[in-house]
Protein backbone atom coordinates (compact mmCIF):
# COMPACT_ATOMS: atom_id res chain seq x y z
CA UNK A 1 0.00 0.00 0.00
CA UNK A 2 1.41 3.21 -1.13
CA UNK A 3 0.10 6.87 1.57
CA UNK A 4 -0.23 9.84 0.23
CA UNK A 5 -0.20 13.16 3.00
CA UNK A 6 -1.18 16.39 1.44
CA UNK A 7 0.20 19.58 2.90
CA UNK A 8 0.55 23.21 2.36
CA UNK A 9 -2.73 24.71 1.63
CA UNK A 10 -4.37 27.79 3.34
CA UNK A 11 -5.60 31.03 2.06
CA UNK A 12 -3.93 33.83 0.26
CA UNK A 13 -5.86 36.65 -1.85
CA UNK A 14 -5.68 37.10 -5.77
CA UNK A 15 -2.50 37.23 -7.44
CA UNK A 16 -0.59 35.19 -4.53
CA UNK A 17 1.31 31.89 -4.19
CA UNK A 18 1.09 28.59 -2.45
CA UNK A 19 3.03 25.52 -2.58
CA UNK A 20 1.51 22.15 -1.69
CA UNK A 21 3.23 19.12 -1.08
CA UNK A 22 2.50 15.63 -1.27
CA UNK A 23 4.96 13.17 0.62
CA UNK A 24 4.33 9.20 -0.18
CA UNK A 25 4.89 6.53 2.25
CA UNK A 26 5.03 2.96 2.04
CA UNK A 27 7.82 -0.13 1.57
CA UNK A 28 10.49 0.49 -0.95
CA UNK A 29 8.32 -1.42 -3.65
CA UNK A 30 5.14 0.48 -3.80
CA UNK A 31 6.53 4.07 -3.49
CA UNK A 32 9.36 3.38 -5.80
CA UNK A 33 6.93 1.66 -8.55
CA UNK A 34 4.63 4.66 -9.17
CA UNK A 35 4.53 5.46 -12.44
CA UNK A 36 2.10 8.70 -12.33
CA UNK A 37 1.59 11.50 -9.96
CA UNK A 38 -1.23 13.77 -10.17
CA UNK A 39 -3.14 16.75 -8.12
CA UNK A 40 -6.57 17.05 -8.66
CA UNK A 41 -9.28 19.40 -7.03
CA UNK A 42 -12.50 19.46 -6.00
CA UNK A 43 -15.13 22.51 -5.55
CA UNK A 44 -18.28 21.97 -3.29
CA UNK A 45 -21.11 21.36 -6.41
CA UNK A 46 -18.01 20.28 -9.29
CA UNK A 47 -16.35 17.44 -10.21
CA UNK A 48 -13.33 16.19 -9.39
CA UNK A 49 -10.77 17.73 -11.91
CA UNK A 50 -7.71 17.42 -12.95
CA UNK A 51 -5.16 19.61 -12.52
CA UNK A 52 -1.74 18.60 -13.26
CA UNK A 53 0.16 14.84 -13.59
CA UNK A 54 3.34 13.57 -13.83
CA UNK A 55 5.05 10.42 -15.22
CA UNK A 56 7.99 8.48 -14.13
CA UNK A 57 10.24 9.79 -16.94
CA UNK A 58 8.98 13.00 -15.65
CA UNK A 59 7.00 14.17 -18.61
CA UNK A 60 4.06 16.63 -17.14
CA UNK A 61 0.64 17.78 -18.24
CA UNK A 62 -1.70 20.87 -17.17
CA UNK A 63 -5.08 21.84 -17.43
CA UNK A 64 -5.25 24.61 -19.71
CA UNK A 65 -7.14 26.58 -16.48
CA UNK A 66 -3.57 26.37 -14.81
CA UNK A 67 -1.03 26.50 -17.39
CA UNK A 68 1.69 29.01 -17.31
CA UNK A 69 0.54 29.21 -13.34
CA UNK A 70 1.29 25.85 -11.79
CA UNK A 71 4.33 23.82 -11.78
CA UNK A 72 4.21 20.34 -11.27
CA UNK A 73 7.60 18.95 -10.07
CA UNK A 74 8.52 15.87 -7.78
CA UNK A 75 11.57 14.70 -6.01
CA UNK A 76 11.84 11.20 -6.41
CA UNK A 77 14.43 10.61 -3.55
CA UNK A 78 11.94 12.35 -0.93
CA UNK A 79 9.35 10.65 -2.26
CA UNK A 80 7.68 14.47 -2.78
CA UNK A 81 5.33 15.78 -4.99
CA UNK A 82 5.04 19.17 -5.61
CA UNK A 83 2.98 22.15 -6.73
CA UNK A 84 3.86 25.85 -7.13
CA UNK A 85 0.93 27.95 -7.98
CA UNK A 86 1.29 30.82 -8.53
CA UNK A 87 -0.96 34.07 -9.80
CA UNK A 88 -3.76 32.20 -8.16
CA UNK A 89 -7.08 33.31 -8.74
CA UNK A 90 -10.98 33.13 -7.00
CA UNK A 91 -11.56 30.15 -8.99
CA UNK A 92 -8.97 28.12 -8.00
CA UNK A 93 -10.49 27.89 -4.69
CA UNK A 94 -10.86 24.06 -3.71
CA UNK A 95 -9.78 20.95 -2.11
CA UNK A 96 -6.43 19.94 -3.43
CA UNK A 97 -5.71 16.32 -3.56
CA UNK A 98 -2.69 13.90 -4.44
CA UNK A 99 -3.11 10.76 -6.42
CA UNK A 100 -0.42 8.43 -7.51
CA UNK A 101 -0.86 4.71 -9.46
CA UNK A 102 1.53 2.15 -10.80
CA UNK A 103 0.44 2.17 -14.21
CA UNK A 104 1.81 5.11 -16.52
CA UNK A 105 -0.82 5.46 -19.09
CA UNK A 106 -3.01 6.83 -16.03
CA UNK A 107 -0.88 10.02 -16.70
CA UNK A 108 -3.28 11.08 -19.08
CA UNK A 109 -6.73 13.99 -18.58
CA UNK A 110 -8.90 11.64 -20.78
CA UNK A 111 -8.70 8.98 -18.20
CA UNK A 112 -10.84 9.15 -15.33
CA UNK A 113 -9.93 10.05 -11.81
CA UNK A 114 -11.51 7.16 -10.43
CA UNK A 115 -8.92 4.74 -11.80
CA UNK A 116 -6.29 6.09 -9.60
CA UNK A 117 -5.57 3.78 -7.12
CA UNK A 118 -3.76 5.95 -4.38
CA UNK A 119 -5.44 9.18 -2.79
CA UNK A 120 -4.33 12.01 -0.21
CA UNK A 121 -6.82 12.91 2.22
CA UNK A 122 -6.81 16.40 0.48
CA UNK A 123 -5.79 19.72 1.23
CA UNK A 124 -7.69 23.07 1.39
CA UNK A 125 -6.87 25.80 -0.94
CA UNK A 126 -8.99 29.18 -0.67
CA UNK A 127 -7.60 32.13 -2.89
CA UNK A 128 -9.99 35.91 -2.07
CA UNK A 129 -10.80 38.29 -4.17
Known amino acids: QVRLVESGGGSVQAGGSLRLSCAAF???????????MAWFRQSPGKEREGVAT???????TYADSVKGRFTISQDNAKNTLNLQMNNLKPEDTAMYYC????????????????????WGQGTQVTVSS
Open 26 to 36: GDTYNTYSINC
Open 99 to 118: AADRRAWICDFAVSYSNYNY
Open 54 to 60: IDSNGAT
